[in-house]
């Protein structure tokens, strides 16, 4: 069966623009996870959403946001770009019932 | 919350030794271990996992161990290979949300 998708793979902003990112679960999967990865930080939760609702919530300010379509489909958004925003943000996709994350590749997102 | 710490962040070894990563949590509810492994450029992936009722799991060239009452774990792999160079990453998530929380990854590198 397909695997995760994220798209687009790469992305260059520049700072106070705004960006989305999307991410297609596996089908059947109805939780989508996501994350930030930076080389000092490592991989920081930024939210879940299941079945279309945000479920949980990590300790990012409210310009990361995101949303879930019926079809699990979800996107994030990141609004007013700063140079530190500059990251790898995966997604990880699960049943959301019980253990086992599946990630997807990755955006890379620079901004300058 | 959830805090996991995991240690050494460098790890180089020669091929053909052993490499031993070990991770520490702070959430006594706790369940729930795996281990990802990220090669350069790619995504994060499930290598192993434990569960609490369980001390130790192998898998061919690695095992995973478990103490519960340190609140700490392990992940041992034996006759290092060039191939085995990645970040590799624990976590550590209770049944309330199955959401892991991840350490800041080791770096391991198997030197031919």
């Known amino acids: 069966k397909a695997g995760v998708t994220q798209t687009p793979r790469y992305l260059i902003k520049t700072r106070g623009q705004q960006v989305t990112l999307s991410c297609s679960p596996i089908?059947?999967?109805?939780?989508v996870s996501w994350y930030q990865q930076t080389p000092g930080q490592g991989l920081q939760f930024l939210f879940e959403y299941f079945s279309e609702t945000q479920r949980n919530k990590g300790n990012f300010p409210g310009r990361f946001s995101g949303r879930q379509f019926s079809n699990s489909r979800s996107e994030m958004n990141v609004s007013t770009l700063e140079l530190g925003d500059s990251a790898l943000y995966l997604c990880?996709?699960?049943?959301?019932?019980?253990?086992?994350?599946?990630f997807g590749s990755g955006t890379r997102l620079t901004v300058v | 919350g959830e805090n996991v710490e995991q240690h050494p962040s460098t790890l180089s070894v020669q091929e053909g030794d052993s490499a031993v990563i070990k991770c520490t949590y702070s959430d006594s509810a706790s369940n729930y271990f795996p281990w990802y492994k990220q090669e350069l450029g790619k995504r994060p992936q499930l290598i192993i996992d434990i569960r609490s009722n369980v001390g130790e799991k192998k898998d061919q060239r690695i095992a995973v161990t478990l103490n519960k009452t340190a609140k700490h774990f392990s992940l041992h792999i034996t006759e290092t290979q060039p191939e085995d160079s990645a970040v590799y990453f624990c976590?550590?998530?209770?049944?309330?949300?199955?959401?892991?929380?991840f350490g800041r990854g080791t770096s391991l590198i198997v030197h031919p």
């Open positions: 976590a550590a998530s209770s049944g309330g949300s199955y959401i892991p929380t």
């Open positions: 990880a996709s699960s049943s959301g019932q019980k253990w086992g994350y599946t």
């Open positions: 089908s059947g999967h109805r939780s």
